[in-house]
């Protein structure tokens, strides 16, 4: 005779535990479009874990992602929001700079967490930063680790080589969105990027990762932007 049991309860994939006011509220970011591409952005980070972006500076690329996340951490949808950037200054370098590793990535994870503090309040970030929710983690320090339920904002991945944004993309685990921002038009590598060569890759073997192309007509910081990336761009530069 089989015993009849009540099917066990779902667990909720995010088991993070938070103090902060309203943590469990709705999405106050109230998010509105600019442009149709960030429309599109917006909707594919819906919808897909894997998303590039290419564009200019000014575009809203970075606060239309880190909006995106702060709504996700805010709903417990995720347990940790991880920003990363190329060319951080690790090992030796990093050794000459007093303070912690944390005092030492804060500088360059500003523009994204400037985006979350106006989402989530100081001190949500704060103690986000303190209990490892909220993670600036230099693309060095990488390599073995696993992000589980994580939102993972990539910067300035143009200035990412093959072999580093090969380490990046297998480090992404179970319930993790990663969004990979860049301008390819801006690379500083001596060799081809990364992200030019991965993106050739998705389109090769038709990986379902959407592709998000901002353009000059998208900058949105201020008329003083828009000119001078059309000056740059004209120029080469």
């Known amino acids: 005779m089989i015993e009849d049991r009540e099917p066990p309860k779902k667990q909720s994939r995010t088991r993070r535990k938070t103090n902060y006011k309203g943590a469990d509220s709705k999405p106050t970011s109230g998010f509105t479009p600019r442009t149709n591409n960030q429309r599109d ?11 590039f972006i290419l564009g200019p500076a000014g575009t809203g690329k970075t606060f239309v992602t880190a909006t995106f996340a702060a709504d ?8 940790k929001i991880v920003i990363t950037r190329p060319h951080v200054a690790v090992g030796k370098d990093i ?33 986000g930063i303190k209990n490892g929710n909220i993670e600036m983690a ?8 696993s992000f589980e ?5 990539v910067d300035e991945t143009q200035n ?24 390819v038009q801006q690379s500083d590598l001596k060799e081809a990027d990364g992200l ?17 192309e901002f353009g ?11 000119e001078w990336v059309k000056v740059f761009l004209k120029e080469g530069l």
């Open 196 to 212: 030019s060569k991965v993106i050739h890759l998705a389109k090769k073997h038709m990986l379902d990762i959407p592709i998000v």
């Open 160 to 183: 990412i080589t093959t072999h580093e944004l090969k380490m990046l993309l297998t480090r992404v685990g179970d319930g993790s969105k990663i969004v990979l921002n860049g301008d």
């Open 72 to 79: 996700l951490y805010t709903l417990k949808e995720i347990d």
């Open 95 to 127: 050794g000459y700079l007093p303070g912690t590793l944390e005092e030492k990535t804060y500088p360059w994870a500003l523009p994204v967490l400037d985006v979350l503090t106006k989402h989530l309040g100081k001190g949500a970030v704060e103690t």
């Open 138 to 145: 230099p693309l060095a320090l990488m390599r073995g680790r």
């Open 216 to 226: 000059v007509e998208d900058i949105v910081r201020s008329g003083i932007c828009a």
């Open 149 to 153: 339920d994580a939102f993972i904002i």
């Open 41 to 51: 952005l917006w909707d594919y980070m819906k919808t897909h874990d894997q998303i």
